[in-house]
């Protein structure tokens, strides 16, 4: 929903008696002075220089405590200190120029704090992995020889705790004190007007829109006149941002605007018209002097977060191969045999990555037939042994993908690889169905653990199986997959319902 919406609509005499005023109707429980806007407009320039300062000096100054603090813990000695002092000054001395470098090439210190904790505390971790990793190399591999003190872990650590919460304080400090951040939209379809205005809401929480103009009056924010009147509005009211998506208006005629907000401290930016066709955050390509947007890459697609979840998926399944392998496999590979004549593994061709196909390992959990490359397995189906029934419902029927993910045809967490019969059918039916091979297949998956495991008897079924498959991807962190393998963990020792 909107910010601001109007009831009802101004005519035309009203919105000129409106726009001459010193109060702005923006909503009937909405009453703005421009005199007092026009101090809290000054006000929030201030507010922003003051705020990038104060975090930035307590980034600086908590640094060098932890480090410090950090040289205690690791029961530093001071005579240590004194008999390469000049040496431990080039050492802080460049801890504090890498923080900052990193810190501020990411952008850390932005006036607009008023993002999600949990976003914030992202970004924090993300640039406090990397300024750890450059200054943990430059202190082993040129000052450690010198020190011979092993304090920096302590020292991050501490630090990263110091710099969250700090953050976090003063974002929760100056948006309390923070002026309304108030903007206009100029032209737009409702759905731009409104992916605008939600934009704004998760970003900002203290916003408002005041309204926007158009040659037709719309429901999705407040009607302040056609075109014409746009330049009347610019000079007489005070606001912080105009968002420019089309008008009829020559160009000579908005190129004036575009002063008159420059003039008034009023930020002017265009917004593609068809902004809101893509979901999710947007990036923008810069071909010369042609700028276009286009989706963000989704995270899997970044090489830093392939080499996080090939690291995880390496370690992990390692350490199940070494240590649970060892008993696992004799005790099951006895009692299929006992059970059933055949092979104790099955060995299946299933679509992989970018849709090539791979040797999908699993137990064996039904007796040998000629249907288990076309057919899906259905409750109650005959062809499950009993040993194969008790597999399944605990999933370790499964564990043989290890070596799957090992040889790098899986990943311990993805999309469930369908045989390719199946890939063939559903990818006719459902559009979305092959995006979710962009990434590799897991062992457990997003959709698993929120319940769509098992048989797909209909469509809406798959549809939501892919619907989860397709979040996971857009979404993705290492966190998501440390939660697919505790639930599925946790599942196994329930007993999955939904196992056949």
């Not at 007007?193 to 999705?220: R, W």
């Not at 265009?270 to 810069?286: A, F, K, N, Q, Y």
Request: aromatic share 14%; with cysteine.
């Amino acid at each position: 929903m909107p910010i601001a919406e109007s009831k009802t609509l101004h005519p035309k005499s009203d919105r000129l008696a409106m726009t001459a005023s010193k109060t702005t109707d923006i909503h009937p429980s909405l009453k703005i002075d421009t005199r007092k806007t026009s101090i809290e407009h000054s006000e929030r320039n201030f507010f922003s220089e003051r705020f990038q300062k104060s975090t930035l000096f307590t980034d600086v100054f908590s640094l060098n405590i932890s480090l410090v603090v950090g040289l205690f813990i690791a029961g530093f000695d001071i005579t240590m200190f004194v008999a390469n002092y000049f040496v431990w000054i080039a050492f802080f001395i460049s801890a504090n120029s890498i923080w900052l470098t990193i810190a501020m090439y990411n952008d850390l210190y932005k006036w607009y704090e008023i993002i999600k904790p949990r976003r914030k505390v992202r970004e924090i971790l993300y640039v406090n992995g990397i300024f750890f990793a450059v200054l943990s190399s430059l202190y082993y591999y040129v000052f450690f020889p010198v020190f011979y003190v092993n304090f920096l872990l302590p020292a991050m650590l501490l630090f990263f705790i110091v710099n969250t919460i700090s953050h976090l304080l003063f974002r929760k400090h100056f948006q309390r004190k923070m002026p309304l951040f108030k903007y206009i939209i100029v032209g737009g379809k409702p759905g731009t007007l409104n992916y605008i205005q939600q934009t704004y809401q998760n970003t900002y929480k203290k916003s408002v829109c005041l309204g926007g103009f158009a040659n037709d009056p719309t429901t999705s924010c407040l009607w302040l006149g056609d075109y014409t009147q746009l330049k009347r509005y610019v000079k007489q009211n005070p606001f912080d941002k105009l968002f420019y998506v089309y008008s009829d208006l020559k160009k000579k005629e908005i190129k004036r605007i575009m002063e008159l907000c420059e003039s008034r401290f009023i930020d002017f930016e265009i917004v593609p018209r068809e902004i809101d066709l893509i979901e999710g955050e947007t990036r923008l390509i810069s071909e010369s002097n042609l700028p276009t947007l286009a989706p963000q890459i989704e995270p899997l697609q970044r090489l830093r977060n392939k080499i996080v979840k090939r690291t995880f998926d390496i370690v992990f399944s390692l350490a199940v191969i070494l240590l649970v392998f060892p008993w696992l496999v004799p005790i099951v590979a006895i009692l299929i045999k006992l059970e059933s004549k055949g092979p104790t593994f099955f060995v299946q061709s299933r679509t992989g990555y970018w849709n090539k196909p791979f040797g999908f390992i699993k137990f064996r959990s039904m007796t040998v037939n000629d249907e288990s490359n076309v057919k899906q397995a259905t409750r109650n189906d005959t062809r499950v042994t009993k040993i194969g029934r008790f597999l399944r419902k605990t999933s370790l029927d499964e564990m043989p993908q290890f070596f799957n993910v090992i040889k790098g045809d899986m990943s311990v967490v993805g999309p469930r690889p369908h045989m390719q019969k199946h890939t063939e059918e559903y990818s006719d039916l459902i559009e979305t169905y092959l995006v979710r091979h962009r990434v590799k297949p897991g062992i457990t998956g997003w959709a698993q653990i929120n319940g769509y495991r098992g048989p797909t008897e209909t469509l809406d079924k798959m549809e939501k199986r892919v619907q989860y498959d397709v979040h996971y991807m857009k979404n993705w962190t290492i966190i998501m997959d440390i939660r697919c393998v505790i639930m599925t963990v946790i599942n196994m020792i329930r007993g999955e319902k939904n196992a056949v």
